[in-house]
């Protein structure tokens, strides 16, 4: 909190950054190894699904308006998804703690 926002954007950037193909490999094959699901109960988990195509899925009765996961992984997690056909803009899902959002919202009007 007493650091400014750019630390945590930094934060965020080199966790990226480490997240390589062999990484994610590696990942998938540890989990089907041990059939042991990752815990993330003290974790936020920060995804993006803005480059899926879920615009193009169509069921048989025509193109989504709005899609998304049904559920969230886990409940502190902001996820990123493409909005609309041109994918020009983003919606983030942020679940939070109640006792986590009035702080939430009180950064946001800084």
């Known amino acids: 909190m007493e650091k400014p926002l750019s630390f945590a954007v930094g934060q965020v950037q080199e966790a990226i950054k480490m ?3 062999s990484y994610m490999r590696s990942a998938i ?3 089907e190894a041990t ?3 990752p815990s993330l109960s003290s ?3 920060i995804t993006t699904w803005s480059r899926l195509s879920f615009h193009t899925t169509d ?3 025509g193109e989504p308006v709005l899609s998304g996961p049904v559920a969230l992984p886990e409940k502190e997690v902001i996820l990123f998804l493409s909005h609309g056909k041109e994918r020009k803009s983003i919606n983030v899902l942020l679940g939070l703690p109640a006792s986590s959002m009035k702080i939430f919202q009180e950064l946001m009007q800084l």
């Open 35 to 37: 059939r042991t699901r």
């Open 19 to 21: 997240v390589t193909d």
């Open 29 to 31: 094959d540890y989990f």
């Open 59 to 61: 069921f048989g009765w």
């Open 43 to 45: 974790t936020l988990l």
